[in-house]
């Protein structure tokens, strides 16, 4: 808009929640999960609908992931307070049903965060947004989706 310049302050998914809700922030732009809870204090503008994924290092396994008993016995990153935080907290019975180890969750404030833990070996999976994950291990070595 003419006569407004947008303050940019980049900041971690909890962060930009818990501002939206105080006020502090007028508006957040990131890939958002829209979930009814968050209907109830936060209006959405969605542009694209994306789910999620996972990277891992390019010499670990598995070496691909299309069910979250994959991931019993291993550390997994995510971003803390996302919608990737209750997935596998929701599916936890999946490892023993399968008469394997949980998997370890590892929550982190900031993304950048979660692709260095994977990347020095403190987490063997990361689970985020398709779209940001992709993007990511396309600057990332040593990294794949």
Partial sequence: MPGIEPKREPAGFEAT???LDSGRYDFGASNFAVTDERRE???FATRINDGQGFATRKDSRPTKITDLAQPCGLNVATDAG?????TPEEN????????RKA???RTHNEQGANRSSLQQGRSDIAMSTING???A???Q???RF
Avoid: N, S, W
Wanted: proline share 3%; glycine share 4%; aromatic share 10%.
């Fill in 92 to 99: 936890a019975h999946a490892c023993p049903d399968a008469d």
């Fill in 141 to 143: 070595q040593g990294v």
């Fill in 17 to 19: 929640r818990d501002a």
């Fill in 82 to 86: 996302a919608t990737f935080e209750a």
């Fill in 103 to 105: 998997y370890k969750m």
């Fill in 137 to 139: 291990v396309t600057r």
């Fill in 133 to 135: 994950l992709r993007y």
């Fill in 41 to 43: 204090t936060i209006d």
